[in-house]
T-cell receptor, first 113, second 113 residues
Framework: DQQVKQNSPSLSVQEGRISILNCDYT??????FLWYKKYPAEGPTFLIS?????DKNEDGRFTVFLNKSAKHLSLHIVPSQPGDSAVYFC????????????FGTGTRLQVTL | ETGVTQTPRHLVMGMTNKKSLKCEQH?????MYWYKQSAKKPLELMFV???????ENNSVPSRFSPECPNSSHLFLHLHTLQPEDSALYLC????????????FGNGTRLTVT
């Protein structure tokens, strides 16, 4: 049972436009959600997170939206830049339990010139 | 040196070999993890150590044997692996209890022949 799903394996966006990456989850115990970014030959790096008590968190060009009733979150990147081309992983977490971080399969974003 | 360092970056081994992967973190974290990333699959949690005690063994075959001699070092000992064990093995660290903000190393690309 895949508790975190990223249904779009890839996304192509033009430079300067908005990138929207989507993620759905099934585990109602998740109280914290995270996005990680991964370049080839590197490990994932933490990008942005959101607590389940919020519906939006913004950090520069990156904004994460959470819709708890729909069990859906999305990552918006505005404006998209070529350096944003990477694989983005969504993850759900249960606070206080080191092992309870569950990842999606990732979405490969390509930002074209 | 900062962050999480993994060695070697690449490893090719035969099915009868014994090898070890090494991970070292310089972040002062108290939890360390091994993850496996196979193509088109979510990151799979293998082992978690918190305060040097193993707190999770996620149904991993016994041919994978972790060792955590102190809070800064983590090893994954490999023996009699199968070709399907070929994958990217990622080490991560975090502060536990926490919210799942993991800091990853760049991984070891393992090929079993």
């Amino acid at each position: 049972d895949q508790q975190v799903k990223q249904n779009s394996p890839s996304l192509s966006v033009q430079e300067g436009r908005i990138s929207i990456l989507n993620c759905d989850y099934t585990n109602s115990m998740f109280d914290y959600f995270l996005w990680y970014k991964k370049y080839p030959a590197e490990g994932p790096t933490f990008l942005i997170s959101i607590s389940s008590i919020k519906d939006k968190n913004e950090d520069g060009r990156f904004t994460v939206f959470l819709n708890k009733s729909a069990k859906h979150l999305s990552l918006h990147i505005v404006p998209s830049q070529p350096g944003d081309s990477a694989v983005y992983f969504c993850a759900g977490s249960i606070t206080g339990t080191a092992s309870k971080l569950t990842f999606g399969t990732g979405t490969r974003l390509q930002v074209t010139l | 040196e900062t962050g999480v360092t993994q060695t070697p970056r690449h490893l090719v081994m035969g099915m009868t070999n014994k090898k070890s992967l090494k991970c070292e973190q310089h972040l002062g974290h108290n939890a360390m993890y091994w993850y496996k990333q196979s193509a088109k699959k979510p990151l799979e949690l293998m082992f978690v150590y918190s305060l040097e005690e193993r707190v999770e063994n996620n149904s991993v075959p016994s041919r994978f044997s972790p060792e955590c001699p102190n809070s800064s070092h983590l090893f994954l000992h490999l023996h009699t692996l199968q070709p399907e064990d070929s994958a990217l093995y990622l080490c991560a660290s975090s502060q536990d209890p926490g919210r799942g903000v993991l800091h990853f190393g760049n991984g070891t690309r393992l090929t079993v022949t």
